[in-house]
């Protein structure tokens, strides 16, 4: 399956992002691209989870193509979240991109050693933040090919 | 717009065809960073240069590595499990190009933990269009690794 020849369907994206300003400046992003794509947005890490497993309000939830994952959320960190993603075996060709606030260098190698596909550092200008989120979608949805289940 | 943690970095080819790697490197030399790149030809000199042996004694460690799958010698799942089992060269950021159409070959390129895989568009000018896509989003808005 690619980003190029899903075709019939939207591509999935699965949006985990706690700060709402940051959630709907990311979705505005993802809704003007030239790719069709559905994001589902859940606000903490076990939500991520529970969406993946298609639990309690999830249970129609499709197989994210694309997951976009903040580091600092309530619950369960996003570092919890990739770990989990990564090691399952359903879920570990899942591309995560992780995008956070944080430049931290123990952030950002913890994260690619958990296998994070890429690291986003997100602006705090709206305008920026939301040329970053167009940026992953130009890369992500445009050109990679993404894994089939 | 955040930039690199480290600066630039040099990206790293690894490619066998002369044909597809000119057009990478003009695509590259032309892009909006115009960084430097340098090209190797199959897997066994690929790893040669990530952990500087013999000619590639003074190697900067590459900021992205370009990954070609089919290659004389060592191939590109071949490099990329090497790559996976060094911990000095298991974070730099690896993307798979290839023209092949077999999905197992892409899966199992995820699986040995490929950032991403990429198709080789047959038109060239698509071609070096996605090749400077891929540096403009690894080298201007992705973190890599310090």
Known sequence: MSAMTIGARPIEILLVEDTTDEAEWTIEALRDGRVRNRVHWVEDGEEA?????????????PRPDLILLDLHLPRLS??????????????????VVIMTSSSDEKD???????H???????PINMDKFMEAVRSIEDFWLTIVHLPAA | MPQPATGPRQVLLVEDDP???????????????ALPAVLVKDGEQAIAYLRRQ????????????LLDLHMPRMNGHEVLAEINRDEALRRIPVVVLTATDNEKALLDAYDLHAN?????????????LVVQKIERFWLRFNQGPP
Do not use: S
């Open chain 1, 49 to 61: 989870l529970a969406f993946l497993r298609r639990q309690g309000r999830h249970a129609a939830a």
């Open chain 1, 78 to 95: 996003g570092q919890e979240v990739l770990a989990e993603i990564k090691e399952h075996p359903q879920w570990k060709r899942i591309p």
């Open chain 1, 108 to 114: 950002i190698l913890m994260a690619y050693d958990r």
């Open chain 1, 116 to 122: 994070a596909n890429c690291y986003v550092t997100k």
């Open chain 2, 19 to 33: 044909d597809d790697a000119d057009l990478m490197l003009e695509a590259l030399g032309e892009g909006a960073l």
């Open chain 2, 54 to 65: 013999g000619p590639y004694a003074a190697a900067p460690r590459p900021g992205l590595i």
């Open chain 2, 116 to 128: 991403c895989c990429v198709r080789k568009p047959a038109d060239q000018e698509q071609f070096a």
